[in-house]
Every structure is written in structure tokens, then in C-alpha cells.
T-cell receptor, first 117, second 115 residues
Framework: ETGVTQTPRHLVMGMTNKKSLKCEQH?????MYWYKQSAKKPLELMFV???????ENNSVPSRFSPECPNSSHLFLHLHTLQPEDSALYLC????????????????FGPGTRLTVL | AQKVTQAQTEISVVEKEDVTLDCVYE???????LFWYKQPPSGELVFLIR??????QNEISGRYSWNFQKSTSSFNFTITASQVVDSAVYFC????????????FGDGTTLTVKP
């Protein structure tokens, strides 16, 4: 496998379900990201992990819980979501220098299309 | 604060026409990076180009070319002799050097190329 992979590609869940999205990068990068892309809205950065540590949380509701066990894997745990959370969730990775300097290109996975009923 | 504006929401052209997608950005940083991504119907964002703020040289890659002008804070993207496979949503993005991971994306321009 190459690049950034995401599973599942499609997910339908009820508001009381608990599910997890998985992202894996095969590029040797040290930073990973979760984005949300809703219809007719710009791409929204949700979480950033640099060197496995969360460095950014853009006021995301607690029903979204990220987990980064190592530099190659990133999870997004979902719990009691709302219908307005239905969107395309994109994972990305990049190679960042130490000290938090952003220099490199983010490479994206194919996304998980989430529908909350 | 950084901001990216793609004023063209949708563009429709006929195959073989040239088309330019506009991107205007705002940043207070002197060192920053600009990107263009393509998002086909499959959903994955495909990286097209990255440009550093200190390099204003324009770039051409096959039918794609980019015009970076710091004086007007613009980073426009031109597709020459468009093809149906170019139909996609195109995003311009900005990343500041000292703002690790916080890329700001424009709203995207939906390009439709008709046969």
C-alpha cells in the first residue's frame, strides 16, 4: 500500500452508535491531520498531531475523539453524533520539522463519507 | 490571520479551451507556502503544486501552469487545452511557516469540462 489510506470509505451510523475511523500513512511522515468537509463549506481542520502529540484542536466537540498511537496511524472515535456531523472526513499526513515549523505538503487519503441518521 | 479566497465558485468550459482558476490570499507572515489541490469525484485531494513565498518564478507542468504574484497576493492556476478528466473541484491553500499544520483552504472552484 502506498500513500494515505482510510477505512471505512463509507459509514452510516445512528446517533447512539460508537464507531471509529482509521487512517494509515505509508509515507514515513511525522504529522497527521483530520479534516471535515461538509457540503458547501470549506475544508475544516479538526485535529493535528505532530510527532504523535496533539498540537491543534480547533474547538471540535467532544463527541469526536482523536487517537494517534504511533506516527503511522490516526483514529477518530465517534460517539453520539448529530445529523449535522454528516460529512466527508479526510485524513492527511506531512513531514514537519521539529519546533513546529510548517514546511511541507499535506498528502490526503480518499476520505470516509459519514452519514449520521 | 490567514485567508484564501477563490472567487469563482463554478466554471464550465468546453474541451480544449484554456481556463484560469483564481486564488487570492492574505497573510501577515513573510514566509509562507501556497498549494493547489485537485479533488475529483472520488473525494481524495490530489496535491498539484507547492510554491514558497520567496520564489516567484512561475511554473509549468504539462498543461498546467501557475502564476504567482506577491504584489497582488495571487496564485492563479491555468489549465491549457482542458480535457474532460480535468473536471473536479480545485482548492487553493495557504500555510504559514510558523503555524505548523494550520493550512487554510479556499472554498474551492468546481470546474466542469464538457466534451
Amino acid at each position: 500500500e502506498t500513500g494515505v489510506t482510510q477505512t471505512p470509505r463509507h459509514l452510516v451510523m445512528g446517533m447512539t452508535n460508537k464507531k471509529s475511523l482509521k487512517c494509515e500513512q505509508h509515507l514515513g511522515h511525522n504529522a497527521m491531520y483530520w479534516y471535515k468537509q461538509s457540503a458547501k463549506k470549506p475544508l475544516e481542520l479538526m485535529f493535528v498531531y505532530n510527532f504523535k502529540e496533539q498540537t491543534e484542536n480547533n474547538s471540535v466537540p467532544s463527541r469526536f475523539s482523536p487517537e494517534c498511537p504511533n506516527s503511522s496511524h490516526l483514529f477518530l472515535h465517534l460517539h453520539t453524533l448529530q445529523p449535522e456531523d454528516s460529512a466527508l472526513y479526510l485524513c492527511a499526513s506531512s513531514q514537519e520539522t521539529s519546533g513546529g515549523l510548517s514546511t511541507d505538503t499535506q498528502y490526503f487519503g480518499p476520505g470516509t463519507r459519514l452519514t449520521v441518521l | 490571520a490567514q485567508k484564501v479566497t477563490q472567487a469563482q465558485t463554478e466554471i464550465s468550459v468546453v474541451e480544449k479551451e484554456d481556463v484560469t482558476l483564481d486564488c487570492v490570499y492574505e497573510t501577515r507572515d513573510t514566509t509562507y507556502y501556497l498549494f493547489w489541490y485537485k479533488q475529483p469525484p472520488s473525494g481524495e485531494l490530489v496535491f498539484l503544486i507547492r510554491r514558497n513565498s520567496f520564489d516567484e518564478q512561475n511554473e509549468i507542468s504539462g498543461r498546467y501552469s501557475w502564476n504567482f504574484q506577491k504584489s497582488t497576493s495571487s496564485f492563479n492556476f491555468t489549465i491549457t487545452a482542458s480535457q474532460v478528466v480535468d473536471s473536479a473541484v480545485y482548492f487553493c491553500a495557504l500555510s504559514e511557516k510558523n503555524n505548523a499544520g494550520k493550512s487554510t483552504f479556499g472554498d474551492g472552484t468546481t470546474l466542469t469540462v464538457k466534451p
